[in-house]
């Protein structure tokens, strides 16, 4: 059982930028997924980005070359560097990892509120 622990959320203005973190509690492995959602208020949890075992991203459209998506797997650490931030960003991020041996384990963290005021 692997647990997620994200932080770095916080209270920004439009323009600003922060940095999320997401520790899982024993390790990344290089097959491994690792991914950011977020959730707004009244609306479904939708992809940010995301990073697998062999370095491809993928990014949610409203993206727009804003974000970038990392890992140490070392570390058992992933990153979400956010600049630019916009209003429209305000939201519930969470982070995500997707583990597959013999069956597919998904595991989530309990999410960090971001909050970009205009």
């Known amino acids: 059982q692997e647990q997620l622990v994200e932080s770095g959320g916080g209270l920004v203005q439009a323009g600003d930028s922060l940095r999320l973190s997401c520790v899982a509690s024993?390790?990344?492995?290089?097959?491994?997924?690792t991914s950011w959602y977020r959730q707004a208020p009244g609306k479904q949890r939708e992809l940010v980005a995301s990073?697998?075992?062999?370095?491809?991203?993928t990014y949610g459209d409203f993206v727009k070359g804003r974000f970038t998506i990392s890992r140490d797997n070392a570390k058992a650490t992933h990153f979400l560097q956010m600049n630019s931030l916009e209003p429209e960003d305000t939201a519930v991020y969470y982070c995500?990892?997707?583990?597959?041996?013999?069956?597919?384990?998904?595991?989530w963290g309990q999410g960090t509120q971001v909050t970009v005021s205009s």
């Open positions: 995500h990892l997707r583990r597959s041996i013999l069956r597919t384990y998904d595991y």
């Open positions: 024993k390790r990344i492995f290089d097959r491994d997924t």
């Open positions: 990073i697998n075992g062999v370095g491809t991203t």
